[in-house]
């Protein structure tokens, strides 16, 4: 599976964004989805998941602003962002793999994308 993030850019704060995760490659539908981000000087933290049934599931302090979805039949996964504040502000990835837990620790998974910018200007 390869996967191309798409949908970043420059946003004021207060607005939205959209972001798409383009998969290739068979089995798409089997794997669950996240969204990770990483600000300058930090480390990379978990944004939302999505497991290949369409459960969702949020860091808890994006709950509200952020959605996830996929469409299976397009093999992508999005992310709504509405209302972005300048501390969103970070490269966004997007990741895969056969276990929506490791999805929601964010490590050992199997497949990554190259990372979209979202820069929230104040």
């Known amino acids: 599976v390869q996967l191309q993030a798409s949908g970043g850019g420059l946003v004021q704060a207060g607005g939205s964004l959209r972001l798409s995760c383009a998969a290739s490659g068979r089995s798409f539908s089997n794997y669950a989805m996240g969204w990770f981000r990483q600000a300058p000087g930090k480390q990379r933290e978990f944004v939302a998941g999505?497991?290949?049934?369409?459960?969702?599931n949020y860091a808890d302090s994006l709950k509200g602003r952020f959605t996830i979805s996929r469409d299976n039949a397009r093999n992508t996964v999005d992310l709504q962002m509405n209302s972005l504040k300048p501390e969103d502000t970070a490269v966004y990835y997007c990741?895969?793999?056969?276990?929506?837990?490791?999805?929601?620790?964010?490590?050992?998974?199997?497949?990554w994308g190259q990372g979209t910018q979202v820069t929230v200007s104040s």
């Open positions: 999505i497991s290949s049934g369409g459960t969702t």
């Open positions: 990741a895969a793999d056969r276990s929506v837990l490791r999805v929601r620790i964010g490590r050992n998974l199997d497949y």
